[in-house]
């Protein structure tokens, strides 16, 4: 009895200590790719300004994107968006320009010793512009009504345990009928990576893994869990 009582116990630390995090290791990993992508020498801070809108603007009024050429199909969890209304992608982009404005310099590069910004300003300014991308890309940030309790937060909640957890594997998941797997997410940080390119002198410099594959660590873990969802 005692043995079970611990195993519950490290169960629930295991399941805890992941829990911390919610939803932001999803936006600052899919925003560290793309600075490794860049060569862009700015790792934390970068992973930081990917929760910057979330944690200190608070201005989820603006994290949606309701787009009516869409297909849309209609469902008991939800209801399709009636107007077109994306201030997501208007955020991004006001942040991308902004972006451009700043000195971007790389701490590495032997330039920026000599320029007086080391700050990484500029991919500060691109790890915010992410979050209302990838944002934009959420299932339920692109239809309305639905419950945020029973669907939206389960959903994100279920890729954020794929991030935390370092999977890489072709995972999909499931939640009130919509659906999310990994190639699409690496498919965003493409999607974003080229507006990034088009819209800024920089240039991908490589293409490194969103996550890495699913080791034993990662499988221990995933093993932990299911058995934790079990006992508790
Ligand atoms: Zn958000």
Redesign the pocket.
């Known amino acids: 009895m005692k043995k079970a009582a611990f195993l519950a116990f490290v169960v629930f630390l295991l399941i805890h200590q992941s829990a911390s995090a919610w ?1 932001w290791e999803t ?1 600052s990993t899919l925003a560290e790719k793309v600075c490794r992508d860049f060569n862009c020498s700015c790792i934390s801070e970068i992973r930081d300004a990917a929760v910057i ?2 944690r200190d603007f608070k201005d ?1 009024i603006n ?1 949606h994107c309701y787009n009516l050429s869409i297909p849309c199909k209609p469902s008991k969890y939800y209801s399709c968006p009636k107007k077109n209304s994306c201030p ?1 992608i208007e955020k991004m982009e006001d942040w991308l320009s902004k972006s451009q404005n700043e000195n971007g310099c790389n701490r590495s590069s032997r330039s920026c010793s000599k320029l007086s910004d080391t700050s990484c300003q500029k991919w500060k300014d691109i790890g915010i512009a992410s ?2 991308f ?2 934009s890309k ?1 299932f339920w ?1 692109k239809v309305q009504g639905e419950s945020y309790s029973d669907c939206h937060e389960p959903f994100e909640a279920a890729v954020e345990k794929k991030f935390e957890s370092g999977d890489g594997s072709n995972w999909t998941i499931e939640q009130c009928g919509a659906e999310e797997n990994y190639s699409n997410m690496v498919g965003y940080v493409k999607e974003f990576e080229n507006i990034l390119e088009n819209s800024s002198a920089s240039q991908k410099a490589q293409d490194t893994p969103l996550l890495p594959e699913c080791g034993w660590r990662c499988k221990l873990r995933n093993w932990v869990r299911i058995l934790g969802s079990y006992i508790i």
Do not use: E, T, W
């Open positions: 939803q936006h809108p979330d989820n994290h997501a979050h209302y990838f944002d959420v940030h």
